[in-house]
C-alpha cells in the first residue's frame, strides 16, 4: 500500500513540476514579433526587445530614398487598452541604411510591456527627403 501511495506522490511532483516548467516557459519569450515591417512605410524593423533600460530595436529604410521619421510603439493588453508606450523622435535614415536605437524611454512598466500579448508600431511622421 505504501508502494502505491508513493507511486502516486511521484507521478503528481513529476506532473507538478512539467506544468510549472510549462507556464514559465511560456514567459520567456514575447508573443509580439521581435521583427516585421511598420505598417504605411518602407521601414523594417527588428531585434525588438524591452528591458528595465527601456527599448531597443533596428529600423531600416528599404526605401529608394531617405526618409525623415518619427514613430510610436504601443504596448496592448488582450482588450486593446494601452499599458505602455515609447516614442522614437524625428530622425533621418538615408535609404537602405539602417539605426539602431538602444534603451529607448519607456512609459509605463517594462516587464508588463515586455510580458503584453500586443504591440503596435505607428507612424507620426514618414516624409521623403528628395535632394
Known amino acids: ?9 511521484a507521478a503528481g511532483i513529476f506532473m507538478a513540476l512539467i506544468f510549472a516548467t510549462g507556464v514559465k516557459a511560456s514567459y520567456a519569450a514575447p508573443v509580439w514579433p521581435a521583427e516585421g515591417v511598420i505598417s504605411g512605410t518602407d ?7 524591452v528591458s528595465a533600460g527601456g527599448v531597443s530595436v533596428r529600423l531600416t529604410n528599404t526605401a529608394g530614398h531617405d526618409v525623415k521619421v518619427s514613430l510610436r510603439l504601443t504596448f496592448l493588453d488582450r482588450n486593446g487598452n494601452t499599458l505602455g508606450y515609447s516614442i522614437f523622435g524625428l530622425r533621418e535614415i538615408y535609404a537602405g541604411r539602417y539605426v539602431s536605437i538602444s534603451n529607448n524611454h519607456l512609459n509605463g512598466s517594462w516587464r508588463t510591456c515586455r510580458d503584453a500579448p500586443r504591440m503596435v508600431f505607428s507612424s507620426m511622421t514618414y516624409e521623403p527627403i528628395y535632394d
Do not use: D
Request: charged letters at 25%; aromatic letters at 18%.
Open 43 to 49: 521601414i523594417e524593423y527588428a531585434g525588438l526587445s
Open 1 to 9: 500500500m505504501k508502494k502505491i501511495f508513493r507511486g502516486f506522490c
